[in-house]
Nanobody, 123 residues
């Protein structure tokens, strides 16, 4: 099983990025999906999640700026990030599991994770 993120980059404050996470070895359609981020010295936290049924949950800090979507036919989940600020600088990880995505650790022991992609926002 592999989850591979892409799209991380260095961007100026106010800019946009779209992250993608493509999976192989599992079928996204049967999983609940999430995007997490971890900044240096901080705990990994949930940014956005989308259930198997398409229900979306966004962290308060990103509401109105970020959106999550999934394309089960492509086995890919996306995170569109707009109006980025330096507070969004972190390594972003995609996650697949069963059930609601936890906001903070502990995480499901059977969850799948990508390797992470760096997002750096310069002010």
């Amino acid at each position: 099983v592999q989850l591979v993120e892409s799209g991380g980059n260095l961007v100026q404050a106010g800019g946009s990025l779209r992250l993608s996470c493509a999976a192989s070895g599992i079928t996204y359609s049967i999983y609940d999906l999430g995007w997490y981020r971890q900044a240096p010295g901080k705990e990994r936290e949930l940014v956005a999640s989308i259930s198997r049924g398409g229900s979306i949950n966004l962290a308060d800090s990103v509401k109105g700026r970020f959106t999550i979507s999934r394309d089960n036919a492509k086995n890919t989940v996306y995170l569109q990030m707009n109006s980025l600020t330096s507070e969004d600088t972190a390594v972003y990880y995609c996650n697949a599991g069963v059930g609601s995505r936890p906001a903070v650790p502990p995480f499901g022991r059977y969850d799948y994770w990508g390797q992470g992609t760096q997002v750096t926002v310069s002010s």
